[in-house]
């Protein structure tokens, strides 16, 4: 029995060359969630594990996997099941930077919107780990394109989203293709009623886990902004983003429709905004997501399902456009703001009959929130939210061999840019998208549309 309480990755059961990598990439200490669940995993545990968005569990489960991944072994060894095509390449991702001195680890990613022959080919040529939504990878498993013959560790993050999105019966056929013996790692950020059954589904005995949700109160501000009608949501928004002008913005909504209509609205405002919800093709979301992280958008407007598992750095302001059905989804939701210590701001808007929902909220927080009415925000100005920064697409990435330094260095030496002016930079496998400094974005595209990157001509344009 492992004893240790210790936030020293140090004191964990690991490969030195874990450790190495940990260090290199500034990981000082263990966070709350993976003091408390990496020694357990470790110990080859199966495990109930509750925290949010942003608490580091990738990491717990990914270290687990890495530590246990046997490389000589060519079958597939780990699934980690997730939600969303986002969360999936995300996870991967954090994977395959906690992986970086474990030597030719492969890790894939199996989600619709992307070719089924390559993710089969891939396949075939040998893989670790997968990382995919429950449909894709119970397909890939009818067809004997995914053997599990050879699992050790089976995954599920954000358990509770899969079943919100209806998941549950292709999570339990999955279930059945994967060996008696096995490590099962349950991640969720509330508790429903039938996490408990899904549990009995795929673990035995499981040790649970649960680092506090709840949010200090001094960090992220709680706003509650009364309407007389529903239809009056609009104006209150416009009302809040033009007297505290937000810089990073998260808007929920609970249908795609209000979604698309808000982010539409917006925009007529002159407010930076997009929609982002299960409507957008694979390519539609990863330019909206990369364009929000790269500040050419302030405002993304989403549905609680779409945005799930999105980790967003310095996010000033959650706003719920429609209020959550429980506290603990809207405990999660706000958490996205206030990381790092940094206050935040959570707006939402609620009509009178909603009350009961407000008194749920406070319950379980143990707080008391502020309470304002729409007339006490002063009608602005018409104004403008204007993002600082614009994204520019690259035809061209990982499989060109494109490193960031090519993309700056083309930038700076052909198009005559400061590298201050330039921000994020993010090379997918077939193409690139770069942040720049809203006034040099037609500079650019003139400049290295004629010119070229490491020596080759690539089209380039606004994304």
């Not at 075939?124 to 449909?135: D, K, R, S, W």
């Not at 799930?308 to 506290?327: C, H, M, Q, S, Y």
């Amino acid at each position: 029995m492992i004893q240790t309480k210790s936030n020293s990755f140090k004191s964990l059961a690991v490969s030195p060359e874990i450790l190495d990598n940990l260090e290199s990439l500034g990981f000082s200490s263990m966070t709350p969630i993976q003091v408390e669940a990496l020694p357990l995993i470790l110990d080859g545990s199966d495990l109930i594990a509750q925290a949010k968005t942003g608490s580091g569990k990738t990491a717990a489960f990914g270290l687990g996997i890495l530590n246990k991944l046997n490389l000589e072994n060519k079958k597939l060894q780990s699934l980690v099941l997730c939600p969303t095509r986002e969360l999936a390449e995300q996870v991967a991702e954090e994977i395959r930077r906690l992986a970086r001195f474990t030597k030719n680890c492969k890790v894939l990613v199996i989600c619709g919107g992307a070719s089924e022959y390559q993710q089969i080919n891939s396949l075939e040529h040998g893989v670790h780990i997968v990382v995919g939504t429950p449909g894709r990878v119970l397909k890939f498993l009818k067809k004997g394109s995914i053997n599990l013959d050879g699992l050790e560790i089976l995954v599920l993050d954000e358990a509770d989203r899969m079943l919100d999105m209806g998941f549950r019966d292709e999570m339990e056929a999955i279930a059945a293709f994967t060996p008696k013996v096995k490590q099962a790692l349950l991640f969720s950020a509330t508790f429903p009623e039938e996490i408990e059954s899904l549990s009995e589904v795929f673990q035995k005995n499981p040790l649970r886990v649960v680092v506090d949700s709840k949010h200090e109160k001094d960090i992220i501000r709680q706003i509650f902004i009364e309407v007389d009608e529903h239809r009056q949501k609009t104006e209150a928004l416009a009302r809040v983003l033009g007297h505290y002008k937000p810089e990073s913005t998260v808007i929920f909504c609970k249908t795609k429709q209000i979604c698309a209509d808000v982010a539409k609205s917006l925009v007529q405002q002159g407010i930076s905004a997009l929609a982002f919800h299960g409507d957008l093709d694979q390519n539609e979301r990863t330019v909206v997501l990369t364009k929000f992280t790269h500040h050419s958008c302030l405002v993304l407007v989403a549905t609680d399902v779409a945005a799930r598992g999105l980790d967003i750095k310095d996010l000033e302001a959650v706003i719920n456009f429609d209020l959550p059905t429980d506290a603990e989804v809207y405990t999660h939701r706000i958490g996205r703001t206030a990381r790092a210590g940094k206050e935040g701001f959570a707006f939402s808007f609620f009509v009178k009959s909603e009350q009961e929902k407000l008194n749920e909220i406070e319950n379980y927080q143990g707080t008391s929130n502020e309470y304002i009415k729409i007339n006490e925000l002063s009608k602005t100005a018409r104004f403008d939210l204007l993002a600082p920064m614009k994204t520019m697409y690259i035809n061209g990435g990982k499989k060109d061999k494109i490193r960031p330094g090519d993309i700056l260095g083309a930038l700076v030496g052909e198009a005559g840019i400061d590298a201050t002016q330039v921000g994020n930079i993010n090379i997918l496998n077939n193409q690139s998208y770069v942040a720049i400094a809203s006034k040099h974005m037609d500079l650019a595209i003139s400049k290295l549309n004629v010119g070229k990157i490491k020596g080759r001509k690539f089209r380039v344009g606004e994304a």
